[in-house]
């Protein structure tokens, strides 16, 4: 593991996104497609390229860089096998974030997707915000569970909320309230 990376459990860490990782994103997204596909927006095929991820990296961290999010890689075995973020950080008297996160096929049920939530969410209260929230599917019990174990709450339901594996999809919100 590099020395930026924070442990987190079984091996796996949290780090930063940086620049270099276009390729090792790309064969991350690639080896997860099916998997990730019932749970994100449809994916063209270029989304799977190094290039398409370099333009996605180089937004990120134009993103980090004026405050608005906090892009992270999870990482074993000198692979990336997932990511996590704190995006639309909004300061003044709102301080909130959306959490999202995707954890790779063979990693799922380890705990890494918990211990990344708890990390997040130290993070979030490190920069000073009140409030992360989260969205699911309404089927996703697996993100449901991993975000009660992370001490979200739900919130409600927002009909139509996403665009998802190319339909409208209803979702269930969550919150953590820092402090």
């Given at each position: ?26 064969a991350a ?64 008297s ?29 993070e ?56």
């Amino acid at each position: 593991m590099r020395a930026n990376t924070t442990p987190l459990v079984h091996g796996a860490g949290v780090r930063l996104l940086e620049a270099s990782d276009a390729s090792f994103l790309a064969a991350a997204y690639a080896a997860n497609k099916e998997h990730l596909a019932p749970w994100e927006p449809k994916r063209s095929d270029d989304f799977f390229t190094v290039e398409h991820q370099r333009k996605i990296i180089d937004l990120k961290l134009a993103h980090h860089a004026g405050g608005y999010e906090l892009p992270w890689v999870l990482v074993a075995d000198h692979h990336i096998i997932g990511c996590l973020t704190l995006a639309g950080i909004v300061r003044g008297s709102f301080l909130s974030a959306n959490l999202g996160y995707w954890v790779d096929r063979t990693y799922n049920g380890l705990g890494i997707g918990s211990a990344a939530v708890a990390f997040a969410v130290r993070e979030a209260k490190e920069i000073g915000l009140h409030r992360v929230q989260a969205a699911t599917l309404l089927h996703n019990m697996g993100s449901q569970k991993i975000l009660e174990r992370g001490g979200f709450q739900e919130i409600g339901v927002a009909p139509a909320y996403l665009e998802i594996a190319g339909s409208w999809q209803d979702h269930r919100l969550y919150q953590r309230i820092l402090f």
